[in-house]
Structure formats: C-alpha cells, structure tokens
C-alpha cells in the first residue's frame, strides 16, 4: 500500500464523521446552507475530529462566505487554509485566494535537529525514517542515541542505524545524556556530516527534571557546535488528540519548538488535531507519520492532507 493509501485509509474515520454530519458533501452549498441541522451536525463532527473551537467557527465562516458550489470543496478550502502557518493564513484571507499546495520546504535550518516528545509518541522510530528520508536526498547523516533512560532505547536506534548504514553515537545506558549530545554534536561538527538527529528521553522520573534535560542537552549541543541545535522538533501521536496538544506547549516553554511531526494519523479519528497544533504553537507540521516501517513519513502538505481526508485525488506534477 502506499503511503498515500495509507493516510486515506487513516483518515477514514474521520472522513465519515463529517459525511455522517452533513450527508452528502456533493450537495448545493447553499442549499446545505439552508438547513441549520446539518451546518449543527458539521460543527459538531468539526469537533469530535479535534478540530478545536475558535478554528470550528472560522471554517464556519468561511463555509459560508465560500463562492464554491458544494459543501466538500467548501470544506476542504477553509480547512486547507486553517493549516496554513499563522501568518500564511492571515495574509491569504486578506488577499482572498487559497494557498499553493506545492512548496512543501522541510530542510532543517542548521545542522542539528533535537527530536522531543513524550515517551511511546514515536521518536526513535522517527528519527529513523528522518534518516532514510534525508539520506534519499544526497545528505549525509548521523543520530545521537540520546535516550540513554529507557533501557533498550539506544539498541533500537542502534538497529536502525546498521540497516540503514547511518553512524549512531551512544553512551552508556543509565549515563548522562548531555555527554552524549555533547560527543556527537562535536564529532558531526569534526566530521562535517550535513545532519545529526539527536534522539531524547520521553520521559524521567518527574516531568519536571525531563524539560530541565532537555534544557541542557539543548545548551551542550550550543557548545559543542555554536549556533546548534538550529531545529528542536517536536514528534506528537495523533492519537492522543487534545491532551498532545497540552504536551506541545510544555515542550514549547522549555525548548522553543521549530517545526512539529504528527505520527500515527495511520489509525485515528482525530485526524483535525493538526488544525489547532498549527493555530495555538504557530509552529510549522514537518512531517506527518503514517506507519511503522522507514518509508512511512511524509512532508506535510497541507493540499495533499486535505485531499486524503476527503479521499480526492492529488493531481500529479
Ligand atoms: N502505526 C504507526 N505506528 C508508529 C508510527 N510511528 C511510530 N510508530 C510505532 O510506535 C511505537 C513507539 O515508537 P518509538 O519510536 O519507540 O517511540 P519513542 O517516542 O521513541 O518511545 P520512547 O523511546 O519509549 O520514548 C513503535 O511500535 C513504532 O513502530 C506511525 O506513524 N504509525
Ligand atoms: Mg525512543
């Protein structure tokens, strides 16, 4: 299956809860438009998909205001333009025209990219496919096995490293991880390789002491090489819907996020959550997840998103 299928078939769950809510998409929008039960039962299906309040209303609005001649493509322009970065987004609403799906730009900014987030969420796995992905584009690339609380946890990327031929530094398990940043953002900078990815804890003993780790690990990385970490990127579970959302903003206190990753929209019915995750962090989605193996990570687009979930063909380049 590709990945595209993948994501459609993902997202089907939550698909049907807007085709359940508002019958047929097909249907004249301003005949829709008439019938308060159905622009009820959107909104609410809006919701159960984690779109949030504030940008449920939006879309409302711009449903209504909308010169398409039915409800689906109503849709999938106002939600196409609520995942557009803040800025984007006011900037086309004042000019009045959709964005442009094909400039998807993911390259990191610098040299090393610090992957975050709370344990099971998929960083290791991620980090893995990161590789595969910036390997597949004539970089050269190295991880740091950062994690070193989880037993087992280097050993995995370790793995990862050997079947993908991308050198892996470690450190003792149990040890501190800032020497293992530390060590490997000096030996990338020594090396000149194009790219580090450094794998983090999801999780120590308190919440507290893991944002404090994160905070030096991120100042060690600085020393080893000035002016890195250029990219802190944040890997979330759609899955976990709302309450990822509340994890996004601690992370963001602790270490200003430069671009987030939504796994697992392979299996959810939360599929709305990337709205308010590019609302209320104002924090670009990199990347999206859709399965286990190396190949299942995507640039975000949101055109491209947008059209999975309504299951509509992407036109080719
Ligand atoms: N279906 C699906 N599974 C995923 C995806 N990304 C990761 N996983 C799975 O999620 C599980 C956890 O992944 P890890 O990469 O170990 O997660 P982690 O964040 O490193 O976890 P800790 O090291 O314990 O903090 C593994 O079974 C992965 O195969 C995805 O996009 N889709
Ligand atoms: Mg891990």
């Known amino acids: ?13 939550t698909r049907q809860q807007f085709q359940d809510a508002a019958g047929d998409l097909g249907t004249d929008l301003q005949e829709t438009l008439t019938r308060l039960d159905s622009i009820e039962d959107l909104e609410y299906a809006l919701i159960a998909a984690d779109v949030g309040r504030a940008a449920t209303e939006e879309i409302l609005a711009d449903i209504r205001k909308s010169g398409k001649s039915n409800l689906q493509d109503a849709l999938m322009e106002a939600l196409t333009l609520q995942l557009e970065p803040d800025r984007r987004r006011a900037q086309f609403r004042q ?50 096995a950062g994690d070193t609380f989880r037993a087992a946890a280097g050993a995995q990327l370790g793995v990862w490293g050997e079947r993908l031929g991308i050198p892996v530094v470690g450190g003792p398990e149990g040890g501190d991880p800032a020497a293992v940043a530390y060590d490997a953002a000096a030996a990338r900078a020594a090396r000149g390789t194009d790219l580090l990815f450094v794998d983090t804890a999801g999780r120590l003993h308190t919440k507290h002491n893991l944002m404090e780790e994160l905070k030096k690990v991120r100042r060690v990385i600085d020393k080893a090489d000035p002016g890195e970490p250029a990219d802190v990127w944040l890997v979330l579970d759609a899955v976990t819907g709302q309450n990822g959302l509340a994890q996004a903003k601690k992370f963001h206190e602790a270490t200003p996020l430069t671009g987030v990753i939504v796994t697992k929209l392979d299996g959810t019915a939360k599929g709305g959550i990337l709205i308010p995750i590019v609302r209320e962090l104002g924090v670009p989605i ?11 990570l995507q640039p975000f687009d949101p055109q491209a998103f947008v059209r999975a979930l309504f299951d509509v063909e992407v036109p080719r380049d």
């Not at 299956?1 to 769950?13: I, N």
């Not at 610090?114 to 893995?128: E, R």
């Open 1 to 13: 299956m590709s990945w595209l299928d993948r994501l459609r078939q993902g997202l089907s769950k």
């Open 95 to 144: 000019l009045g025209f959709t964005p442009d799906a094909r400039r998807t730009v993911v390259d990191p900014r610098g040299h090393v990219v610090m992957v975050v987030g709370v344990n099971g969420v998929g960083k290791t796995t991620t980090i893995a496919k990161l590789g595969e992905y910036y390997l597949g584009r004539g970089k050269s690339v190295m991880f740091a």
């Open 286 to 296: 990199k990347f999206i997840g859709v399965g286990e193996g190396a190949h299942d």
